[in-house]
């Protein structure tokens, strides 16, 4: 059952994951609310809906974001990128690697977020120190790994472990 | 394992295997609840209770009804007649109050956050709107916050109908108490306030649900930890037998015991989806979630502990309180936390006398349930501050007190003084590894150094036993239907690749992986080559799923087995075709081999002959390749597993704060399957448990209203506040069952705390300050007990 019909909506033009989009979307709808449901991209997920947890953490205009906190209609224009693109490109291989190796998650619904803004940070700096990389990845929870693998595996990825 | 392949290529049980599934997670191709989807779905969204205690007066939905794409409005009166309403009775706990509880308000309300009418519509965001144009007129009843005021005469009543708020009593004793402390050389005693926190899976819980009319099937998903379990109860409410309803648990986000319950919203969603006979889905958002999961612990303990002159344990003694919320959640009962708190008060120790008491009573809040490591780490903070104030008030060494009043059976098992039996610990040896792992001497002198150069610092221990993989005995006399046995499905697929099914559930903790490398072993086979699949009542045998760290010592267990039983018949398949003893072929690396290892047949060969070219067997030769075994373990009402914790803290004296600098881990949890596994079980669950005690709160005012409306508000710990933590393991190994394996998943939640607070007190009584027995241990109690100079020399 469609509910476009029953909102107000507007047509946003941007790129994702870098193939052009066109699409109707409810003005009030939140960036990973249609990434999710409109695109079918459920990589990003939605934890807390406020911007605490990092969940829905994705890309816009290459730098990390809470989709949560932005609508849809903020990136008309714009470049978006999700866990799903940055695999496909393999920008973020190392880390996936780095993670799995590690053991560095377990029910893998923070892990998303996690692995795009552990990429901002190494993108930025090569070889953080284990205190640099919590500060890091603070924006973003994790309830089952107790963050000690997590920054094991940030480590190991940008060849500091 | 006895026997242990011989000439295997490697074994997999004990190695350090990631887990499989982590590559789909990590590419963010996980299938949690809200990535599935189905025709012609509605989306549900709760007008929940926003007053504590209130008699409904007026429920008018037509309004509601009208607002934009929706598709109806339901309230109790419209699922009555197609699901039935419950009381969560057990026999483990006479006596307990079992008030009717309904998936929709019945008339009345009891806490903040109780579902009252459901709207389905197009979307979450239409339902929601809707919600909003619900007309609901209340009158307001008194309401009970504080546990403690529940059994006052003149306290307002949860449930009037039961006459009053106590839901149900605990008491235990052994030995002579009074006397005990009469004659004791020291006596030690404190307050204990436990909050009330939760378990904050990050997928919120969530629930699918369709119906078949033609059929007269519910097929449901649901982000769980016991599909089966829900399948049961669904089936019971709405009136269908258990093959009529199919639950699947998916990829789950966390559970932590939040997803093992029947929740009244999730079967409001089962029960709308039958009445409209379309999928319905519900995924609570943040708020719903801290109003509505399950909340944990909320004791106020009064404790003491008499130890005599030469520093011998005597006696311990506690009378609480435990705060229940509303109801007792179905159908394990909230209880069963109290029961854990008080049965583990002492377990490390060998006590002559004991006694403890709780009331556990009814409160206008949400329910409390069964969280991680149940029960435990409130017993295990009274008992290891009691431990550390008696060893101060002696003057003596905290881990000498300890060292010397273990209770360790040896080859032998014995009862704690408040009837656990235990049996193959190893408190020294896990003492002895602690020490070593933490460079015990060198720490402490630059402790001391760091004192003097004026930082505020604490060394905590805490040391415990925990009760895992509960046996059939617990819920099986209560009369209350939780399996306690798993089952294991196995058969070779024509190309020798192995198809598992397993009762467990996965969670992110790694049975799977686990029991992947049991099977392995157990058959002979490469792990790549097995398919396993959990979480699916439709196909998978019916068992327990995931809930007291049962997946290696219950699941490990009916893997073996199932595993060497499918050996079995390969090898008489094989013997039958090659004209050859069974006896003298072994199944190694997916091959079967001679007694000189000489490749015969490979399995993949053998099992396209089974399935494909049956003729070639000789006359009335039907190899069946496929087993399952049922594993339920026949001694022992739970297995004990026990360890010891450390935490290193670091105090603020302006703002209060407390940083955990380090944590320390020596576990015993039998044999281990997949060390690099069990290492992040401890590791996570001590986060969890540091949580508890420094940040996690769900807060009510007095009158019980929820004062928690994000995680801005409930804070769950950050990567920036959490210190690295070390993990040792000694392994001594379950003797009731082939591989030896116990429960680890919960083990870092049962101390963490306990370690913390003790250090906290270990940092304040350097500087002298105050004590506390409170957690959270938020900036303002630190401040308090900082300036708290009463006890300053």
Same mark, same amino acid.
């Given at each position: 059952m469609s509910d476009l019909g029953l909102e107000t909506t507007a047509?946003?033009?941007?790129? /994702?994951?870098?193939?052009? /989009?066109?699409?109707? /979307?409810?003005?009030?709808?939140?960036l990973v609310d249609w990434l999710r449901h409109g695109l079918g991209l459920t990589g990003s997920h939605v934890g807390c809906e406020h911007g605490v947890c990092g969940a829905c953490t994705i890309l816009v205009d290459g730098r990390t974001v809470r989709g949560c906190l932005m609508l849809a209609m903020q990136v008309d224009g714009l470049a978006v990128e999700t866990i799903e693109g940055a695999t496909a490109s393999g920008r973020v291989v190392a880390l996936q690697a780095a993670f799995r190796e590690r053991a560095a998650l377990q029910c893998g619904f923070c892990t998303p977020g996690m692995v795009l803004t552990a990429a901002e940070l190494l993108a930025s700096e090569p070889r953080p120190s284990r205190a640099r990389i919590r500060e890091a990845i603070s924006g973003n929870y994790c309830r089952c790994t107790g963050y000690q693998a997590i920054v094991d595996a940030v480590a190991a990825a940008g060849g500091n472990d | 394992m006895p026997d242990r392949l011989l000439g295997s290529t490697e074994a997999q049980i004990g190695a350090s295997r990631p887990r499989a599934r982590s590559r789909a997670l990590l590419a963010g191709r996980g299938r949690y609840l809200d990535d599935i989807n189905l025709p012609r779905q509605v989306h549900a969204a709760f007008l929940r209770s926003p007053v504590p205690a209130a008699v409904i007066d007026r429920l008018e939905v037509s309004a509601a009804a009208r607002s934009p794409g929706v598709v109806a409005v339901l309230t109790w009166a419209d699922l009555a007649p197609v699901c039935q309403a419950w009381r969560t009775l057990s026999a483990a706990f006479p006596g307990l109050a079992a008030p009717e509880q309904t998936p929709l308000a019945n008339g009345r309300v009891t806490s903040v956050g109780e579902p009252i009418a459901l709207v389905l519509a197009a979307s979450r965001a239409l339902a929601e709107d809707a919600v909003a144009a619900i007309e609901l007129d209340w009158r307001e009843r008194p309401a009970v916050g504080v546990a403690t005021a529940a059994l006052a005469a003149d306290a307002p009543l949860v449930h009037p109908e039961l006459g009053s708020n106590l839901a149900w009593r605990f008491a235990a004793e052994t030995g002579d108490v009074a006397a005990a402390f009469a004659s004791a050389a020291t006596v030690v005693e404190e307050r204990f306030v436990f909050s009330r926190h939760t378990g904050v899976t990050l997928e919120p819980r969530g629930i699918l649900a369709a119906f078949e009319p033609s059929e007269g099937r519910l097929e449901v998903w649901a982000s769980h930890q016991m599909p089966h379990q829900l399948q049961l109860h669904l089936g019971e409410l709405?009136?269908? !037998?258990?093959?009529?309803? *199919?639950? =699947?648990?998916?990829?789950?986000?966390?559970?932590?015991?939040?997803?093992?319950?029947?929740?009244?919203?999730? #079967?409001? #969603?089962?029960?709308? !989806? *039958?009445?409209?006979?379309?999928?319905?889905?519900?995924?609570?958002? *943040?708020?719903?979630?801290?109003?509505?999961?399950?909340?944990? *612990?909320?004791?106020?303990?009064?404790?003491?502990?008499?130890?005599? !002159?030469?520093?011998?344990?005597?006696?311990?003694?506690?009378?609480?309180?435990?705060?229940?919320?509303?109801?007792?959640?179905?159908?394990?009962?909230? =209880?069963?936390? =109290?029961?854990m708190a008080m049965r583990t008060l002492g377990a490390p120790y060998g006590l002559a006398a004991a006694r403890a008491q709780a009331d556990v009573v009814f409160q206008n809040k949400a329910m409390t349930g069964q969280y991680r490591s149940v029960g435990h780490p409130i017993a295990c903070a009274v008992t290891e501050r009691l431990v550390d104030m008696a060893a101060r008030a002696r003057g003596e060494d905290p881990l000498a007190m300890r060292r010397r009043n273990y209770l360790e059976p040896g080859d032998g098992r014995c009862r704690t003084a408040l009837g656990l039996e235990v049996f193959d610990l190893s408190h020294v040896a896990c003492l002895d590894r602690l020490e070593a792992l933490m460079g015990l001497p060198a720490l402490r002198q630059s402790v001391a150094a760091r004192r003097q150069a004026g930082e505020v610092l604490g060394l905590g221990f805490a040391a415990f036993v925990e009760m895992t993989a509960t046996g059939s005995e617990v819920y099986g006399m209560a009369g209350v239907p939780v399996a306690a046995a798993d089952t294991i499905q196995l058969a070779v697929e024509p190309d020798g690749s192995l198809k598992a099914s397993a009762s467990l559930s996965e969670l992110g903790q790694g049975t799977d992986e686990g029991l992947v490398q049991v099977l392995a072993d157990a058959v002979g086979v490469a792990p790549e080559r097995i398919g396993l699949e959990m979480g699916r009542t439709a196909s998978g045998p019916h068992g327990g799923g995931a809930w007291a760290s049962r997946g290696a010592a219950i699941g490990g267990e009916a893997a073996w087995h199932a595993g060497r039983k499918l050996r079995g018949q390969i090898l008489a398949a094989a013997a039958a075709l090659l004209q050859t003893p069974a006896a003298a072929l072994d199944l190694v690396a997916g091959c079967i081999v001679d007694a000189q290892r000489h490749e015969r047949i490979t399995l993949a060969a053998l099992a396209r002959t089974v399935h494909f070219a049956g003729h070639e067997f000789p006359q009335g030769t039907l190899p069946q390749l496929q087993v399952a075994h049922h594993y339920r373990r026949e001694a022992d009402i739970a297995i004990p597993t026990n360890g010891i914790q450390a935490a290193l803290v670091q105090l603020c004296p302006e703002t209060g704060l407390v940083r955990c600098l380090q944590h320390w881990v020596v576990h015993d949890c039998g044999r281990i399957i997949n060390p690099l596994l069990a290492g992040e079980q401890v590791r996570g669950g001590v986060v969890q448990g540091i949580g508890a005690a420094l940040f996690e709160h769900c807060r009510y005012d007095a009158q019980a209203n929820f004062l928690d409306g994000s995680l801005a508000d409930y804070l769950v710990p950050m990567a920036m506040e959490m210190p690295d933590i070390a993990v040792g393991h000694v392994e001594t190994l379950y003797r009731g069952s082939t591989l030896g394996a116990k429960g680890a998943g919960e083990a870092g939640t049962c101390a963490a705390s306990a370690a913390v607070l003790n250090a906290v007190n270990d940092a304040l009584a350097a500087v002298g300050g105050g004590r506390l027995a409170e957690i959270p241990l938020t900036p303002p109690l630190v401040l308090a007990a900082l300036n708290d100079r009463s006890n300053a020399g």
């Open positions: 047509t946003l033009a941007c790129t /994702v994951n870098g193939e052009p /989009v066109r699409a109707i /979307v409810p003005v009030r709808q939140s | 709405l009136e269908l !037998a258990m093959s009529q309803v *199919r639950v =699947t648990a998916s990829d789950v986000g966390g559970g932590f015991g939040v997803k093992m319950h029947v929740y009244p919203d999730e #079967v409001a #969603v089962c029960a709308a !989806a *039958r009445l409209l006979g379309r999928p319905v889905k519900f995924v609570a958002d *943040r708020l719903e979630s801290l109003m509505s999961d399950i909340h944990a *612990r909320e004791h106020v303990i009064e404790a003491r502990l008499a130890v005599d !002159a030469e520093g011998r344990l005597l006696a311990i003694d506690a009378k609480g309180v435990q705060g229940i919320g509303s109801h007792s959640v179905f159908p394990r009962s909230s =209880t069963v936390e =109290t029961l």
